[in-house]
């Protein structure tokens, strides 16, 4: 396992831990030092085929609604760490909070491209990091949807409340979603926000049939609640703090 801290354009640094696949959950925590969380918040998706309107509305969920209940509650934020789509909404958001709570990226290490890491892809074949993550976990895979499995027994070995976000999403969220409610955990669902999350939002909301048999299990779970994209951020505190808090 090997850990260094490397730096952004910004300036922001970020501790890396690129853990093996036997790594224990332990060892990986006890790497990153990251302050005992009192809950946890994952967050899956994407942000494919969204327009500006959906967009602006996601980012306003979280800047206001998901980023001020994780400094309330001293929540940790887990996601893919990624410059990209939900993942790069959720380190702007981080990046203009008062309170900035740690927000903790997990990765395939042969999908990533960094600079400062050594034997990661070329930036122009890898895929950059979020800059406003305070922690990432590279996982050895070469393939994205490699880190699920260590995302999630990371999560659990936190051993505190824990709430999963779906946005969007398609095969590798949606694998997210079941291992979370097969994990006990409750699992918000942005209806509105297309793919994945809309089809467990109608099978919910409207008894649509389910389309697979996993989210058949999703929604039989009975730990499914649903929270419009176009709904105010309040709205959203108010859920987040009953679902971590009740």
């Given at each position: 396992?090997?850990?260094?801290?490397?730096?952004?354009?910004?300036?922001?640094?970020?501790?890396?831990?690129?853990?093996?696949?036997?790594?224990?959950?332990?060892a990986?925590?006890?790497?990153?030092?990251?302050?005992?969380?009192?809950?946890?918040?994952?967050?899956?998706?994407g942000?494919?085929?969204?327009?500006?309107?959906?967009?602006?509305?996601?980012?306003?969920?979280?800047?206001?609604?998901?980023?001020?209940?994780?400094?309330?509650?001293?929540?940790?934020?887990?996601?893919?760490?990624?410059?990209?789509g939900?993942?790069?909404?959720?380190?702007?958001?981080?990046?203009?909070?008062?309170?900035?709570?740690?927000l903790?990226?997990?990765?395939?290490?042969g999908?990533i491209?960094?600079?400062?890491?050594?034997?990661?892809?070329?930036?122009?074949?890898?895929?950059?990091?979020?800059?406003?993550?305070?922690?990432?976990?590279?996982?050895?895979?070469?393939?994205?949807?490699?880190e699920?499995?260590?995302?999630?027994?990371?999560?659990?070995?936190?051993?505190?409340?824990?709430?999963?976000?779906?946005?969007?999403?398609?095969?590798?969220?949606?694998?997210?979603?079941?291992?979370?409610?097969?994990?006990?955990?409750?699992?918000?669902?942005?209806?509105?926000?297309?793919?994945?999350a809309?089809?467990v939002?109608?099978?919910v909301?409207?008894?649509?049939?389910?389309?697979?048999?996993?989210?058949?299990?999703?929604?039989?779970?009975?730990?499914?609640?649903?929270?419009?994209?176009?709904?105010?951020?309040?709205k959203l505190r108010?859920?987040?703090?009953?679902?971590?808090?009740?």
């Amino acid at each position: 396992m090997k850990k260094n801290t490397i730096t952004f354009g910004n300036g922001n640094r970020a501790v890396v831990v690129t853990a093996p696949g036997d790594a224990s959950a332990k060892a990986i925590l006890e790497a990153l030092g990251i302050r005992s969380p009192r809950a946890v918040i994952l967050l899956f998706g994407g942000a494919a085929g969204l327009d500006d309107s959906r967009k602006a509305h996601l980012e306003a969920l979280f800047a206001d609604g998901v980023t001020p209940v994780a400094v309330e509650l001293g929540a940790l934020i887990i996601d893919g760490g990624t410059q990209s789509g939900v993942m790069a909404m959720m380190g702007q958001a981080i990046a203009r909070s008062p309170g900035t709570p740690q927000l903790l990226g997990i990765a395939p290490e042969g999908k990533i491209a960094h600079p400062e890491i050594s034997g990661a892809p070329a930036l122009s074949d890898g895929t950059p990091l979020e800059p406003n993550h305070s922690h990432f976990v590279l996982v050895e895979s070469n393939e994205w949807g490699g880190e699920t499995e260590k995302m999630l027994e990371l999560a659990r070995a936190f051993n505190t409340p824990t709430v999963a976000i779906l946005v969007n999403g398609g095969a590798i969220p949606a694998d997210e979603a079941l291992q979370s409610v097969r994990n006990a955990w409750q699992l918000l669902v942005i209806e509105g926000s297309g793919r994945f999350a809309d089809e467990v939002s109608a099978a919910v909301r409207n008894g649509q049939a389910a389309k697979s048999t996993e989210l058949s299990e999703i929604v039989r779970s009975g730990r499914v609640a649903l929270f419009h994209v176009n709904d105010a951020a309040e709205k959203l505190r108010d859920e987040l703090r009953r679902m971590l808090c009740g």
